[in-house]
């Protein structure tokens, strides 16, 4: 199987349930620091979630570069992968993460089997969780507080700062989930789905 079969299943498959609520986003290549990394498939709810896809036709050279990008960011994290990895996936990814094995069927269909569920990261990084938002929403979020205008005309990387300094992580989670889910120009592959769940972490 290459990418983008499994990823269509995925959204067809697991994902399909959540499609309908305009309260969460599922998003293809999500960008992480600014672009340093992309998330194959993000879902934004009550939770950052991500998930990792790993065919058999991909190798896993940057998959420790991925996972320190993952876990910076995300509350749960999920991997998908075919037979070939699993057993490698199992002493790479941390403990925290779920695991899903996808296979094809008899018939030609793609199944989902979860080898191990994902658990809430207690490591992601408020510095890095801010820099999913575009400058226009890190001033909106400080004109929000009152921030002088002259202070909001400085560089983004010192917003971002100001941002973290003056919200807690958990309040700043929830304003940048929210920003995201507001978002309309989105630089990245569609489909854009959004879906029922309103606060869960994804599981099977």
């Given at each position: 199987m290459n990418d983008f079969e499994i990823r269509k299943n995925i959204h067809d498959k697991i994902l399909y349930k959540h499609h309908q609520n305009n309260r969460t986003l599922v998003i293809d290549e999500f960008g992480l620091n600014n672009g340093d990394c992309r998330a194959d498939i993000a879902v934004i709810n009550g939770h950052l979630c991500g998930f990792e896809i790993k065919s058999a036709n991909d190798n896993l050279n940057r998959l420790d570069r991925q996972i320190s990008f993952y876990d910076s960011v995300f509350d749960y994290s999920t991997i998908v992968v075919e037979e070939k990895h699993l057993s490698k996936i199992i002493e790479l990814v941390p403990n925290w993460w779920g695991i899903i094995l996808c296979k094809k069927g008899g018939k030609g269909d793609v199944k989902f089997t979860t080898a191990r569920k994902s658990q809430k990261n207690n490591s992601s990084n408020?510095?890095?969780?801010?820099?999913?938002?575009?400058?226009?929403?890190?001033?909106?979020?400080?004109?929000?507080?009152?921030?002088?205008?002259?202070?909001?005309?400085?560089?983004?990387?010192?917003?971002?700062?100001?941002?973290?300094?003056?919200?807690?992580?958990?309040?700043?989670?929830?304003?940048?989930?929210?920003?995201?889910?507001?978002?309309?120009?989105?630089?990245c592959h569609k489909p854009l789905f959004q879906y029922d769940d309103l606060s869960q972490p994804f599981s099977m």
């Open positions: 408020p510095d890095s969780i801010v820099r999913l938002l575009w400058k226009d929403e890190i001033v909106s979020i400080l004109q929000s507080k009152g921030i002088p205008e002259k202070i909001l005309k400085q560089p983004k990387y010192k917003l971002y700062s100001l941002v973290v300094s003056i919200f807690k992580k958990e309040e700043l989670n929830k304003l940048v989930r929210t920003s995201l889910k507001e978002r309309k120009n989105w630089r």
